[in-house]
């Protein structure tokens, strides 16, 4: 991908802006992304984006007096009101006890999507969409065929069984 305002090198640098819900992209090439100002930071700690996705949940959570940021971990005590300060968890057992809460974090961050997908090179010779909404359509169908049989609809199995053995 060439970058957007000299059109002569390749962009390295890629800016996402949601503004007022407007989604705009910007792809540059390190010099011109330095020209207009663009700090680069090679890396992003853990505990810096936890932070900063934590601030923004916050901020639209109306219900951080309520009763949900007063629930504690049984194990480590932890609050999620203590796990927005800190953006750590206290142990394991945390992702059991705060699971709804951690949810919306994560679906407000992606785009109201909780499944990794993963990322698809822009090149290459199959075409990325295709075989990644393949994978997906397949991850549905088996998703499908266990609740078919988990409802003893054995014919509905057998139809999305034969289903996967056609896109396989």
Known sequence: ???EICKARTATVHLTEIIDGQRTESHLCQNCAQKEGVTIKNQLSLNELLSSLIAAHQQTDENSGSEKSRKACP???????QFRKQALLGC??????????????????????????GKVPVQTHISPTSKHEEQSKMEDLKKQLSEAVEKEDYELAAKIRDQLKKTQ
């Open 1 to 3: 991908m060439q970058c």
């Open 75 to 81: 194990e480590c005590g932890i609050t999620m009101e």
């Open 92 to 117: 394991p057992k945390d992702y059991d006890v705060f699971e709804s809460d951690l949810r919306e974090i994560i679906e407000k961050t992606q785009d109201n999507n909780s499944t990794h997908k």
